[in-house]
């Protein structure tokens, strides 16, 4: 993914559903002329130039480099730092199109906060009142957790899923949704009290590269928690399918995945059923159709699908120095902490 700025506004996902606009805005500083955007000036502090990582100013409807050569627009509210989803594109597909599937408030559920929970091992008192980084935010299921849990919430993503996200939490003054790429990330190092990247960087082209841009913007003494697809089950079952799957165009793949996931829960024991989750296993989370169809998309449709080990992913923690390195009883969830000093 190019990091170079850039001054058009994002192109959206050739195929996906257009995001209406957020609720509410209002300029973000008196008299000058400035973006629209929520008034959250004192969070928007946290963004710097990915580059030269200099402080940035609020100009012209975005956010302007130091030495006035770069400029990233705010669109919808939205900081950019990326000019389109680049490989993301299913993913702005998928989070737009199933914007409320997994959002807990929505569903009336709190499976996104037992999720967060497994994957991370933080509750509440881990996080409130401190500054979390959400990498690869998605729909925000997991920003809009945090956020009730009392943290502030820096929620990123490479896709257009940002613009789905901030339906759910852009009005949250304590919630700032950037359009960037976690290999280029508009953060000065020790920014973070936390960050948490669930189920994100194995769909990077490296998994652990992108994994290592992470510990260096923690506080002294932050945590950091992480969950890959283990190399195992059908995680490894879809891999061999992802060079054809991936290049289906994203409202017909989802089409046939909606198509083949309710054929299968409507026949569970046809024999053709078994067969088919042999070869190509589809998602069956219990948490109803529209789910197992989004992540049965999700799971086949992204251009990168890596799958790793849990003693691989503790083994890039302690290269990246950090300390406490545990993993979770959910396979390869790990977290760790930034040395005090
Ligand atoms: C499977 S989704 C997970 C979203 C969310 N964490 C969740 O579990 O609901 C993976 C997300 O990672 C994002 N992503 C992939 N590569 C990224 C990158 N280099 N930088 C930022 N986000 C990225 C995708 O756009 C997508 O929204």
Redo the contacts with the bound molecule.
Sequence with gaps: ?SSMAHSPSPTPPRDAPAPPAPAASVTASAGAPTASIPDRSALLRVLRDPQGGESLSLQAGGLTSADGRRHWPIVRGIPRFVPA????AS??F??NLHDTT?IDSVQSTKV?EQ?LRDKTGLGPDDVRGRLVL?????????AEVLLDWGATVVA????S?VDAAARHVGSNPRALLVQ????SLPFAPGTFDAIV?????H???DTRT?FLKLPPLLKPGGTIAIWVYPDEGEYRRRLPWIPVTSRVRSRWFHGFCKVLVTWMRRHPRHPMSAWIQQIFPISSQSHGLENDMLDTF?GYS?R?HGVHGAEQVMGWFREAGLEDVESLPIATSVRGRRPRS
């Design positions: 993914m989803d680049d490989y993301a993913f702005g998928e989070w997994q996104s999720v959400d990498a690869g935010c998605g729909a925000g299921r997991f990123v993503d490479l896709s899923a960037a790429d976690i290999g990247s669930i189920g994100v960087l769909h990077t082209p992108h999700d992204p990168y």
